[in-house]
């Protein structure tokens, strides 16, 4: 008998039992097959409802070596998001405080990631640890400050200017180094131009209002710092310095 005429007489066959025996016949044929395309269907809807859904990020913070109330920072963001104007349903505030920079051997890849990040400017502005911020500017990371900020601005926040000696970036002192916070402490005073070739404030030593301590604890034994991302443009640039005046108390 041919193969054709063996499978149209099992099919004859099976169309006169009961159909728990015809699905079971079925099941055990196909199963694979079933489970494979029920898999494809579920990640071809997860894909595009990620995709119908996801939203632009209208402003982005990473908070490094940074602990958080995960029911506050939820708060922090919705009022922040609000102060901002911005439209929820096209757009979206991160605060994003998952990065630990440790000082063991996972540094390495915590810093690469970050710099990924950062090479696809995802990221608008960095609040960590003098010593962990220390680092990021010897990649000239972030802008110089004295030119985005307005002019109430710099005379509220010229007293806490974290300096860096620019000098130092353009004779390419720093091409050689590691930038992780397992490396040397720096011992240069940050708080003052004195002694500095080239003076830039890259920086603000945070005195953050009530709010924002309540919600996020930096390393104990060190000022956190806030700095401008170098990319950092438009409404972005606008939203970011928003957020410096918010997060220090400076407006309401």
């Not at 728990?20 to 199963?31: E, G, L, M, P």
């Not at 091409?175 to 005073?189: F, G």
């Not at 928003?242 to 220090?248: G, Y």
Request: with cysteine; proline share 2%.
């Amino acid at each position: 008998m041919a193969v054709m005429d063996e499978f149209k007489e099992e099919r004859e066959r099976m169309k006169a039992q009961p159909f728990k025996v015809r699905f079971a016949y079925f099941w055990d044929y196909h199963k694979f097959h079933v489970l494979a395309a029920a898999f494809v269907l579920f990640f071809v809807i997860d894909l595009g409802y990620s995709w119908l859904t996801q939203k632009d990020t209208a402003f982005m913070a990473m908070f490094i070596n940074c602990y958080a109330d995960e029911e506050k920072s939820e708060a922090y963001t919705t009022a922040l998001t609000e102060k901002m104007a911005i439209d929820t349903k096209e757009e979206e505030i991160r605060l994003d405080y998952s990065v630990q920079i440790t000082g063991d051997g996972t540094d390495y890849e915590t810093s690469q990631l970050v710099g990924v990040r950062m090479a696809a400017r995802e990221v608008d502005v960095m609040v960590t640890d003098e010593t962990t911020f220390e680092g990021y500017t010897k990649s000239d990371a972030f802008l110089d400050l004295s030119q985005v900020l307005t002019p109430e601005q710099y005379e509220y926040y010229k007293d806490s200017f974290y300096y860096i000696d620019y000098a130092l970036i353009e004779s390419g002192y720093y091409d050689n180094v590691d930038y992780t916070a397992t490396e040397k402490e720096d011992t240069t005073n940050h708080h003052s131009p004195d002694g500095m070739e080239k003076p830039v404030p890259v920086g603000i030593y945070v005195d953050a209002a009530e709010s924002f301590k309540e919600t996020y604890r930096f390393k104990s034994d060190l000022d956190a710092v806030f700095g401008v991302i170098g990319y950092v443009e438009g409404e972005h640039l606008d939203r970011s310095l928003l957020f410096l005046d918010l997060m220090t108390g400076r407006v309401e």
